[in-house]
C-alpha cells in the first residue's frame, strides 16, 4: 500500500533525483557481482546465477534478505595480511599520467625560464633550438636507463597542442596587415605550396628511378606524398623564430599568413595522395574531385569558424552578471570550431582562425577588462607552454623514433627543399610586384625565402602514415627530421646575422597614438571618396561597405547595451585612456598622477570605486540643427560649388541645395546692380566665391549686355578668369569719382568688357606717367584678364561691348 501511494506525478524538484537513480539502475548491467556483499538465499529454490545463462529466478530476490551487513569476522582461507606501517602507502600508477604530464609541463618552464635568464646564449641560439637539444639529452637520458622514451603521437599534437598556438595567433591577428597583403598571402599559400609540392615530389621520383640507390620501389604518388608532406611552411617555427629577431610587420605577416594559410592545401594533398596511393588506377574524376576537395576544406573550415565566432559572441552579451567565465567561452567555442572541423576534414586551422577574427571585436566590447587581460595571458601562457613540449618532444622523438638513413634520398629532399623554396619565391614575387603598390625588395624576398622553416607538423603527418600500405615510413621521417633540423639550427640561428647584415628594416616597437588612428581613419575614407568619385570599386570601397554593414546591423545583435551605439573614436579613446591607467599603475607611478587626468583614467586607476556608467551627451534639436548648418556651410563648400557627377553621367542632381542658392544669389546680384549709383564699388556685403561668381555672372549673360546710349558712361571692366566679383571693380578712367549726371541716376553704370589695346599684347595693364606705384599695383591686378580663350574655342564668356 506505500509502495502504491507514492506513485503520484513527481513535482520538480524531484527531477534530478529521478534522473540520477535512472542512470544508477541502467549501469547495475554493467555491474559484476561482489561475492563479498552477495551471500545464499535459503527461502527461495532459485538463485540467480551468473555462471550458467539458463538460469533464471521463480520469484524476484529480497535485497534486505540477500545482502547482509559486513563484519570483520573473515574465513581463515582469506585472511588478507597485515601492513607493517598502515597509514603510509606508495601506488604510483593511480597518478602515474598526470604526474609525469606535470613534470614534462614543469621541464619545459623552468628550460623556457633558465634560456630568459642567460642571455649570452639567447643572443646567439633560437629558443627553438635549445629546446630540441634539451629533448634530444632527456630522451638519451630515458635510453640510457633502459626505458623506452616517450614519442610525440600525432592525435596529442593536432588535438591538444596545437590548436592553443593557433587560437593566439588568430585571436591578436594584425587584422589590418593581414587584410591589405591577403592576395599576396593566398598566392605564397595556395600556389607556393602546390609549387613546392610538384616540384619537390617530381625530382625526388626522378632520384628515385636513378639505378643503384636502392629507391626503385618508391612510386609516384608516395613521392608525392612525401612532397606535400614536406613542402608546407610550418607556422609553430615561423612563431618562433620570427617574434625573437623582431622583423618588421610586412615580412612577418606575409610569412607567418602563408604557414597558417596553407594548412588547407597541406591537408587536401595528404589525404588525396594517401588515398590514390590505394588507387589501382586514378581517373581523371578523381583528380577533379581532389581539386573541388580543396574549396570545401579551405572555405568549409572558415565557415565552421565563422559560425562559432558568431555565438561566442551572441553569448557574450549576456555574461554582465556572471564576468568569471567569460574566458571560458572564447576557449570552448574556439576549441569546439576546431574540433568539428577536423570531424569533418576540414581545416581545423582556418577554423580556429575564422573564429578568434570574428569573435574578437563583440566579445572584448561586452566582457569587462579583466576578463579580458586574464583572455589575453591565458592565451600567451598556454601557447607558449604548447610551443615549448612540442620542441621538447620533437627531439625525445628523435632519440626514441627508428630511423632508416639514405643518404641519397635525404640528401636530395634538403637540396630540392631549398630550391623549390627559392625559385617559387622568385617567381611569385616578380608576378606579384606587377599588382603591388609597395613592391617587395630582394632583401624582402630573401627573408621570405629563408624563412620558409618546417616544424612539428610535418613530422605529426609523417608519423600519421600506415606500415602497410608506406613501407619507407622510416625512411620518410629520418628525411624529414632532417629537413627539420637543418631549418631550425642552421637558418633559425643565422637569419638573426643575415637581418642585420642587411640592414633589413624592424618592428617598431611603439604603440600607435590616437592621433595616428584618427589620420589613418580619415585616410580610409578619403581613399573610399576617391574610389567611388573614379567609379573603381577597390577593397577600400568594399571594406566601407562592410563596416556600414557591421555598425548598422550586426554590432546591435551581438554588443550589448549602449556600447553597440558608441562612436568608434570615443570607443578607440576610452581604450587608450585606459591603456594609459594600466601603464600608468603597473609603473609605479600613482604618485604622479597628473592634475588634468581624465576621469576615465581615474576609474581605471582605483578599480573599488563604484563605476560610473558613462552617458552619451545629448543635444536638443535646435542645437543639432545649428551643427548641422555649420558643418554644411563651413566644411562642403566643395559639394555646394560643384556638380554631382560620376564618369556614367554628367546630369546634374535636381535635389542638390547649391543651384537654388545660385538662384538667390543672382537675384540679389540683379537687385544690388539696380542700387548703382555714381560709386565705383558696390556696398559691401557678405562676398561670393570667385567659382560661384563666374558660374553667376555666366547663368545670365544678358543682365551684364552693354546698352547703345550709354557712351558717356563710366567704363568697368569684368573678366570672368579673375578672382574678383563684380561688386568689387573699379574704375578704370583715372580712378576718379566723377559727378553724378541725370542720364546716370536714370540708367545706371553699364559694365563693359575690356577691348585689347592691340591684336598682339595680352590685356597686361600698361601703367601711366603721373600713377602712383600703389595705384599702378592696384590697377594691375584689377586689370588683369588671366588666360584668353583660343579663337577656335568659340566666344568669349560674356560678350564684348561696343
Same mark, same amino acid.
Given at each position: 500500500?506505500q509502495?502504491?501511494?507514492?506513485r503520484g506525478? +513527481?513535482?520538480?524538484? *524531484?527531477?534530478?533525483f529521478l534522473f540520477?537513480?535512472a542512470?544508477?539502475l541502467?549501469l547495475?548491467?554493467?555491474?559484476?557481482?561482489?561475492?563479498?556483499l552477495v551471500s545464499?538465499?535459503?527461502?527461495y529454490?532459485?538463485v540467480i546465477?551468473?555462471?550458467e545463462?539458463?538460469?533464471?529466478?521463480?520469484?524476484?530476490?529480497?535485497?534486505?534478505q540477500? $545482502? #547482509?551487513?559486513?563484519?570483520?569476522?573473515?574465513s581463515p582461507?582469506? *585472511?588478507?595480511?597485515?601492513?607493517a606501517?598502515p597509514?603510509?602507502? /606508495?601506488?604510483y600508477?593511480?597518478?602515474?599520467?598526470p604526474?609525469?604530464?606535470?613534470?614534462w609541463i614543469l621541464l619545459a618552464?623552468?628550460?623556457?625560464l633558465?634560456?630568459?635568464?642567460?642571455?649570452?646564449?639567447?643572443?646567439?641560439?633560437?629558443?627553438s633550438?635549445?629546446?630540441?637539444?634539451?629533448?634530444l639529452?632527456?630522451?638519451?637520458?630515458i635510453k640510457?636507463?633502459?626505458?623506452?622514451p616517450?614519442?610525440?603521437k600525432?592525435?596529442?599534437?593536432?588535438?591538444?597542442?596545437?590548436?592553443?598556438?593557433i587560437l593566439d595567433?588568430g585571436?591578436?591577428?594584425p587584422l589590418r596587415?593581414?587584410?591589405e597583403n591577403?592576395?599576396?598571402i593566398l598566392?605564397?599559400a595556395?600556389?607556393?605550396?602546390?609549387?613546392n609540392a610538384?616540384?619537390? =615530389? =617530381?625530382?625526388?621520383y626522378a632520384?628515385?628511378?636513378?639505378s =643503384?640507390?636502392g629507391?626503385?620501389?618508391?612510386? @609516384?604518388l608516395?613521392?608525392l606524398?612525401f612532397g606535400?608532406?614536406i613542402?608546407?611552411?610550418d607556422?609553430v617555427?615561423? @612563431?618562433?623564430v620570427?617574434?625573437e629577431i623582431?622583423?618588421?610587420?610586412?615580412?612577418?605577416?606575409?610569412?607567418f599568413g602563408e604557414s597558417?594559410?596553407n594548412d588547407?592545401?597541406?591537408?587536401?594533398?595528404?589525404?588525396?595522395?594517401?588515398e590514390?596511393?590505394?588507387?589501382e588506377?586514378?581517373?581523371?574524376?578523381?583528380i577533379?574531385?581532389?581539386f573541388?576537395s580543396?574549396f570545401v576544406?579551405s572555405?568549409?573550415?572558415?565557415?565552421?569558424g565563422? $559560425? !562559432?565566432?558568431?555565438?561566442?559572441a551572441?553569448?557574450?552579451?549576456?555574461?554582465?552578471?556572471i564576468?568569471?567565465i567569460e574566458?571560458l567561452f572564447v576557449f570552448?567555442?574556439?576549441?569546439m570550431? !576546431?574540433l568539428?572541423?577536423e570531424l569533418?576534414?576540414l581545416s581545423? /586551422?582556418?577554423a580556429?582562425?575564422a573564429?578568434?577574427?570574428?569573435?574578437r571585436?563583440?566579445?572584448?566590447a561586452?566582457?569587462?577588462?579583466k576578463?579580458?587581460?586574464?583572455?589575453k595571458y591565458?592565451?600567451k601562457?598556454?601557447?607558449s607552454?604548447?610551443e615549448?613540449?612540442?620542441f621538447?618532444?620533437?627531439?625525445?622523438s628523435?632519440v626514441a623514433g627508428?630511423?632508416y638513413?639514405?643518404?641519397?634520398?635525404i640528401?636530395?629532399?634538403?637540396?630540392?627543399c631549398?630550391i623549390a623554396?627559392v625559385?617559387?619565391?622568385?617567381g611569385?614575387?616578380w608576378?606579384?610586384?606587377r599588382?603591388r603598390i609597395v613592391?617587395?625588395t630582394?632583401?624582402?624576398?630573401f627573408i621570405?625565402?629563408?624563412g620558409?622553416?618546417?616544424?612539428a607538423?610535418?613530422?605529426s603527418l609523417?608519423?600519421?602514415?600506415?606500415?602497410?600500405?608506406?613501407g619507407?615510413?622510416d625512411?620518410?621521417?629520418t628525411?624529414?627530421?632532417t629537413v627539420?633540423?637543418f631549418?631550425v639550427?642552421?637558418q633559425?640561428?643565422?637569419?638573426?646575422?643575415?637581418v642585420?647584415?642587411l640592414a633589413v628594416?624592424k618592428?617598431?616597437?611603439?604603440?600607435?597614438?590616437?592621433?595616428?588612428e584618427?589620420?589613418t581613419?580619415?585616410?580610409?575614407?578619403l581613399?573610399?571618396?576617391i &574610389?567611388? /568619385?573614379?567609379g573603381?570599386?577597390g577593397?577600400?570601397?568594399?571594406k566601407?561597405k562592410?563596416?556600414?554593414f557591421?555598425?548598422?546591423?550586426v554590432?546591435k545583435?551581438?554588443?550589448?547595451g549602449e556600447?553597440s551605439?558608441e562612436?568608434q573614436?570615443i570607443a578607440?579613446y576610452?581604450?587608450?585612456e585606459m591603456?594609459q591607467?594600466?601603464?600608468?599603475?603597473?609603473s609605479?607611478?600613482l604618485?604622479?598622477i597628473?592634475s588634468a587626468?581624465s576621469t576615465?583614467?581615474?576609474?581605471n586607476?582605483n578599480?573599488?570605486?563604484?563605476p560610473v556608467?558613462?552617458?552619451?551627451?545629448?543635444?536638443?534639436?535646435?542645437? &543639432?540643427?545649428?551643427? #548641422?548648418?555649420? @558643418?554644411r556651410?563651413?566644411l562642403?563648400?566643395t559639394?555646394?560649388?560643384?556638380?554631382? !557627377?560620376?564618369?556614367?553621367?554628367l546630369?546634374?542632381d535636381?535635389?542638390e541645395?547649391?543651384?537654388n542658392?545660385m538662384?538667390?544669389r543672382?537675384?540679389k546680384?540683379?537687385?544690388?546692380?539696380?542700387?548703382m549709383?555714381n !560709386?565705383?564699388?558696390v556696398?559691401?556685403?557678405?562676398?561670393?566665391?570667385p567659382?560661384m561668381?563666374?558660374?553667376?555672372?555666366?547663368?545670365?549673360?544678358q *543682365?551684364? &549686355?552693354?546698352?547703345?546710349?550709354s557712351?558717356?558712361? +563710366?567704363?568697368?571692366?569684368?573678366d570672368?578668369a579673375?578672382p574678383?566679383t563684380?561688386?568689387?571693380v573699379?574704375?578704370?578712367?583715372?580712378m576718379?569719382?566723377?559727378?553724378?549726371s541725370p542720364?546716370?541716376?536714370?540708367e545706371?553704370?553699364?559694365?563693359r568688357v575690356k577691348?585689347?589695346?592691340s591684336p598682339?599684347t595680352?590685356?597686361?595693364?600698361?601703367p601711366?606717367? =603721373?600713377?602712383s606705384p600703389?595705384?599702378q599695383?592696384?590697377m594691375?591686378? @584689377?586689370s588683369?584678364?588671366?588666360p584668353?580663350?583660343?579663337?577656335?574655342e568659340?566666344e568669349?564668356?560674356i560678350?564684348?561691348g561696343?
Open positions: 500500500m509502495a502504491k501511494g507514492s506525478a +513527481p513535482s520538480l524538484g *524531484a527531477l534530478p540520477i537513480v542512470v544508477l541502467g547495475l548491467p554493467c555491474l559484476q557481482p561482489n561475492p563479498m545464499e538465499a535459503p527461502h529454490p532459485a546465477s551468473g555462471s545463462p539458463g538460469d533464471v529466478t521463480a520469484a524476484p530476490l529480497d535485497v534486505s540477500a $545482502i #547482509r551487513p559486513l563484519t570483520n569476522h573473515t582461507g582469506h *585472511a588478507k595480511s597485515r601492513k606501517f597509514v603510509l602507502g /606508495i601506488d600508477t593511480h597518478v602515474r599520467i604526474f609525469e604530464i606535470s613534470l618552464c623552468l628550460m623556457k633558465g634560456f630568459h635568464v642567460i642571455p649570452s646564449v639567447s643572443n646567439i641560439v633560437p629558443e633550438c635549445l629546446l630540441i637539444v634539451v629533448g639529452l632527456v630522451g638519451g637520458l640510457g636507463v633502459g626505458e623506452s616517450p614519442i610525440l600525432s592525435d596529442i599534437f593536432f588535438l591538444f597542442l596545437l590548436p592553443p598556438i595567433a585571436y591578436f591577428l596587415q593581414f587584410t591577403l592576395g599576396t598566392i605564397f595556395v600556389v607556393g605550396t602546390l609549387w610538384f616540384f619537390l =615530389g =617530381g625530382l625526388m632520384v628515385c628511378q636513378i =643503384g640507390t629507391l626503385d620501389h618508391i612510386g @609516384l608516395a613521392n606524398l606535400s608532406i613542402s608546407a611552411v607556422p617555427a615561423v @612563431l618562433a620570427f617574434e623582431h622583423i618588421n610587420e610586412l615580412l612577418h605577416i606575409l610569412v597558417l594559410l588547407a592545401v597541406t591537408v587536401v594533398l595528404y589525404h588525396l595522395f594517401e590514390f596511393a590505394n588507387f588506377q586514378v581517373t581523371v574524376t578523381d577533379i574531385l581532389g573541388l580543396f576544406v572555405l568549409g573550415g572558415v565557415f565552421v565563422v $559560425i !562559432y565566432g558568431v555565438i561566442a551572441f553569448t557574450s552579451r549576456f555574461t554582465s552578471h564576468r568569471v574566458p570552448l567555442y574556439s576549441y570550431a !576546431y568539428s572541423a569533418f576534414h581545423g /586551422i582556418m580556429l582562425i573564429s578568434g577574427v570574428v569573435m571585436p563583440y566579445v572584448e561586452n566582457i569587462s577588462h576578463s579580458h587581460t586574464t583572455i591565458f592565451l601562457m598556454w601557447s607552454v604548447s615549448t613540449l612540442i621538447i618532444f620533437l627531439g625525445v628523435t627508428r630511423h638513413w639514405n643518404w641519397t634520398f640528401i636530395s629532399t634538403l637540396i630540392f631549398l623554396r625559385l617559387g619565391v622568385l611569385l614575387t608576378f606579384i610586384n599588382f613592391k617587395l630582394p632583401k624582402d624576398q621570405i625565402a629563408y620558409g622553416l618546417r616544424g607538423i610535418a613530422f609523417g608519423y600519421l602514415l600506415d606500415y602497410e600500405h608506406f619507407m615510413r625512411m620518410f621521417l628525411a624529414i627530421i627539420i633540423f631549418t639550427f642552421v633559425g640561428m643565422t637569419i638573426r646575422p643575415l642585420d647584415l628594416k618592428k617598431q616597437e611603439t604603440k600607435r597614438s590616437i592621433n595616428e584618427i589620420h581613419q580619415f585616410l580610409d575614407h581613399l573610399t571618396g &574610389e567611388d /568619385i573614379c573603381h570599386y577593397h577600400h570601397h568594399w566601407d562592410l563596416n556600414r557591421n555598425k548598422k546591423y554590432k545583435c551581438l554588443i550589448a556600447r551605439k562612436p573614436l578607440f576610452h581604450k587608450m591603456k591607467a594600466i601603464e600608468l599603475v603597473e609605479g607611478g604618485g604622479k597628473p587626468i576615465v583614467s581615474m576609474q586607476i578599480p573599488k570605486a563604484l556608467k558613462r552617458i552619451l551627451p545629448a543635444l536638443s534639436k535646435d542645437k &543639432e540643427e545649428e551643427i #548641422r548648418k555649420i @558643418l556651410n563651413n562642403q563648400k559639394r555646394q560649388r560643384l556638380r554631382s !557627377y560620376n564618369r556614367h553621367t546630369v546634374a535636381p535635389y541645395e547649391a543651384w542658392q538662384l538667390l543672382r537675384q546680384a540683379l537687385q544690388l546692380e539696380h542700387k549709383n !560709386y565705383l564699388t556696398p559691401a556685403h557678405k562676398l561670393d566665391s567659382t561668381s563666374r558660374a553667376r555672372i555666366g547663368s545670365d549673360p *543682365a551684364y &549686355e552693354p546698352k547703345s546710349d557712351g558717356n558712361l +563710366p567704363i568697368i571692366t569684368i570672368p579673375s574678383q563684380p561688386e568689387s573699379e574704375d578704370l578712367k583715372g576718379s569719382r566723377l559727378p553724378p542720364e546716370e541716376d536714370e545706371g553704370l553699364v559694365m577691348e585689347s589695346s598682339g595680352d590685356d597686361v595693364f600698361t601711366g606717367a =603721373g600713377d600703389s595705384n599695383r592696384m594691375r591686378c @584689377l588683369d584678364p588671366g584668353q580663350p583660343e579663337p577656335e568659340g568669349p564668356f560678350p564684348k561696343q
